[in-house]
């Protein structure tokens, strides 16, 4: 990484690590990057998609978790490992005035896995269902960029691995929505409230 962009990603850490220190946020980011504290949304995604298209939701629950895996999969098993870079809370340097939040662990920081996994799974409903439902956008990116941003602030990744795993993710949740589109080529103008090609013509 270059020395300037390397630098500016430690200033903006130690800006969400340190600056932005305050109790609420001392409480609620670690609980926002907890994977159970979003069984609730995951079984309220899971309830709307099988009330609202019936046999097609299984198509839309599984493609969503594979996004998740393969994003899991490839961001953790081999871009990590190839990298090769230290978490910010274990950085000989970095690490004397981290503030650390959490367990540091013992796994490498680029990308950050918890912004490509929720980032995937944001974006393939984003995608999937924007046209219908144009409030997803912003709810869609406030979940993955909360349990994002919480990284930073806890102190396990750099703002820059947030940044890159949020590209990615982004990027396999288009990748999927798009395998999705091919199985279903008809699954948005059969949306209720959405306008078919005929009538848009005519």
Do not use: E
């Not at 850490?13 to 995951?42: G, K, Q, S």
């Amino acid at each position: 990484m270059p020395d300037f962009l390397l630098q500016t990603d430690r200033h903006l850490f130690h800006f969400v690590n340190h600056d932005l220190a305050n109790p609420f946020f001392d409480w609620i980011m670690p609980w926002l990057r907890h994977p159970p504290t979003w069984i609730p949304l995951y079984i309220f995604i899971i309830g709307v998609c099988a009330w609202k298209f019936k046999k097609t939701a299984v198509l839309i629950i599984v493609l969503m978790a594979l996004s998740a895996g393969f994003a899991d999969k490839t961001s953790a098993g081999f871009v990590k490992p190839l990298v090769h870079r230290l978490r910010p809370c274990n950085d000989p340097i970095v690490s004397k005035t981290t503030i650390t939040r959490v367990d540091c662990g013992t796994g490498y920081s680029f990308p950050s896995t918890h912004a490509t996994d929720h980032f995937a799974m944001a974006f393939f409903l984003i995608f999937l269902f924007y046209k219908r439902w144009r409030w997803i956008l912003l709810w869609g990116i406030l979940w993955a960029g909360s349990i994002s941003f919480a990284q930073v602030y806890v102190g396990v990744h750099y703002p820059f691995d947030v940044f890159c795993g949020t590209l990615y993710g982004i990027f396999v949740g288009w990748m999927f929505a798009w395998l999705f589109r091919k199985i279903q080529p008809y699954f948005i103008s059969a949306l209720p409230g959405s306008i078919s090609i005929a009538n848009r013509n005519s």
